[in-house]
Every structure is written in C-alpha cells, then in structure tokens.
C-alpha cells in the first residue's frame, strides 16, 4: 500500500445506476472510518500501513496477519482499532499447549441440568485478535479454518454462526525466532493480507517515548483518548457501499495476468492461485472506495499487491539460498506486466 491512487480523481457520484447504498449514507460512512484512523493514531505511533490492511481487511469481509518483532505495538493495534470501531473483541494468546477446542468452544457438561451443552470460545466475536498464532502447533492453528472461511464453527455435528462482522487479526513473530510454528499454506492462503509491522524510525520511537514519559497506559484507552469514531452501522454500510465498486474488464484482467505471472516466476514453487486473485480484486475495490472512487484502477491493484500476494506465493530452495524474496518477485512481476491504459 506504498502507492497511493490519485487523489484528483473524482469521487463516486449521488444516483449511480444499481445503487443501494445511499451517496449521504456512503460518504458519512466514509468520513467515519477516516476518524477511525485518527483515534488509533492516538494510541498507535505510525504504523499507518497496518491501519489502513486492518480497514481494508474489515471493508472485504477478510481476514489480516500481522508480523513483527516483538514490541512494535501489534496487540495495541487491533485493540485500538476495535475501541475506535465500538465493536466486540476478545484475545487469544496463542501458546503450544493450546487445545482447538479452547479458540471454538466445546461441549461442556452440566451437571444441574443432566445433559451436555455448548460453551462458546473467544472465537466468538467481532474480532479475534489471535495473538503469537505461530506460537501453537499446526493442528490448533487449524481451528480457525472453518471460522475464517465459512465464518461458522462446527462442534459435536452443529455448525454454529459467527457474529457480523467478524475479523481474525493475527499477530506472529518472525519465523526464524524461536518456539514459533510456520503457518500451513491452507492457514496462509485464508489470511486476506499480510503486512509488516517494522520497527520505528527514530522521531517515531522518539514519540512514543515522550507518550510514556507524561503517563501514556496502553492498558487504558480510553485515557489516552481514544473514542468510537464509528459503529457497526457505519461498518455495514461501507461494507455495502464497497460491493458495488465498479472494476472493469480491462483491470479484471490485469489482476489476473499477475496471478498467472507469479506461476511463471522461475523463482517460485508455489504462485498466487485464483483465490489469491479474487481476495486481490477484493481489497483493491475496498482500497478504491476508501479513496473516494466507485471504480478501480490499475494503481489500486498495484498499491495492494503486496500486501495481499506476499504471503501466498512460495519460493524454491535455491532461490532462498540466493537471496531471493517473496517481495523481489513481486516487483519484478509488477514492473513486467503490462498496465492497461
């Protein structure tokens, strides 16, 4: 998301054909969501990259894994963003001897009443902040497989529904740190993006010194400041506002030869599949609509490709011993596919 689209192009206009969403009723959505933005900034130093995957992620009905060292605020994120948004969130620390049945619930018995019944887990919510998710082996990180995929958990044979909206924010560490677990590719490839949380340049840490210095609690914040800008009525409607995002054939197809690009790419073992293509087509609408347009462009996709391809493509061996990246083929592919005019 280091490209920004051209903020000259003018935004969608009252009346469109096929609207649902009132023009009034978008644009205050809009403007609330950009408040968001602000009241994170309260709590959270920078890291401007991150709030705006978690807002597209929440705008494409998608689900985000966050990824940095420890420390640089990824917990305070979600959190901020859930208080800025008047919605429901609850927080698994994700550690290796978590059970699956301690993230969906289980079938628990009363002894009262003679007979079983369903405890819910914290997966039920609006947003699950799976903390460390690569802390825990691979079987209990598939226990968000169900939830993040047909947002329902199954237990004892009875599916049951998730609230709306619903979000799995996951946290983890870099791989290479030890006790993590890397994600299974069918747990990667449901994350809708992947953004990376660096450390902070020196005015920012600076910052954030200065915030603790004259008595800042990340464990309180609201006295930091931070209030709801927004509610999940205004969620709903920017979620609706962005369905009708007009893309056109031509973009369609320049997010599909770059899927199919990264499929080529002799570094790779593994390129984007067509699922990959359609969350890109996903955030790109969101990220359009966040800019204030009702179509896409070419740059919108191009502004998103990292952030939704990184984590679904996979490198050979030998390219990873040469030093080659996931995000160094994305640029070479970027750079090779023609952009539609």
């Known amino acids: 998301m280091t490209d920004q689209p051209d ?3 003018p935004p969608s206009q009252p009346g469109r054909p096929g609207a649902t969403v009132p023009a009034e009723r978008a644009e205050a959505a809009r403007v609330a969501l950009h408040a968001v933005r602000e009241e994170v900034g309260k709590a959270v130093v920078g890291q401007d990259q991150a709030v705006s995957g978690l807002i597209v992620a ?3 009905r998608g689900h ?6 420890p420390g640089v605020a990824k917990t305070l994120l979600v959190r901020a963003l859930a ?10 620390q994700f550690t290796p001897d978590l059970m699956p049945g301690d993230v969906t619930g289980s079938m628990v018995y009363d002894s009262g009443r003679g007979e079983f019944e369903f405890r819910p887990g914290p997966v039920f919510t609006n947003l699950l902040l799976a903390d460390e998710i690569n ?5 209990t990180q598939s226990a968000l497989l169900e939830a993040m995929e047909e947002r329902q958990v ?7 529904p998730l609230p709306g909206p619903f979000l799995v ?24 993006m992947k953004v990376t949380l660096p450390l902070p340049p020196r005015d920012d840490e600076l910052q954030v010194l200065e915030r603790h210095a004259t008595g800042f609690d990340p464990r309180d914040l609201a006295a930091a400041g931070v209030r709801a800008a927004a509610t999940p009525e205004d969620l709903a409607a920017a979620t609706a506002a962005v369905r009708e995002v007009q893309i056109s054939p031509e973009v369609i197809g320049y997010v599909v030869d770059l899927a199919r690009a990264t499929r080529e790419a002799p570094s790779l073992q593994l390129g984007v599949s067509p699922r990959g293509a359609t969350a890109l087509m996903g955030t790109s609408r969101a990220w359009a609509w966040l800019s204030g347009r009702d179509f896409v462009t070419p740059d919108d996709v191009k502004a998103l490709a990292r952030a939704t391809l990184t984590h679904r493509v996979s490198l050979r061996p030998e390219a990873e011993l040469e030093g080659v990246t996931s995000d160094s083929v994305l640029e070479s592919v970027l750079a090779s596919v023609p952009v539609p005019r």
Do not use: C, H, M
């Not at 985000?64 to 060292?69: D, Y």
């Not at 208080?83 to 698994?92: D, F, G, M, N, Y």
């Not at 199954?154 to 049951?160: A, L, M, P």
């Open 135 to 139: 802390r825990t082996p691979p079987k």
């Open 83 to 92: 208080a800025a948004l008047s919605i429901e969130t609850k927080r698994v």
């Open 7 to 9: 903020p000259s192009t």
């Open 154 to 160: 199954t237990v004892d044979g009875v599916s049951r």
């Open 169 to 192: 924010a996951a946290t983890q560490n870099p791989v290479e740190y030890e006790g993590t677990y890397p994600l299974p590719e069918a747990q990667l490839d449901r994350f809708l």
């Open 58 to 60: 929440l705008l494409a």
């Open 64 to 69: 985000i894994l966050l990824e940095g060292v």
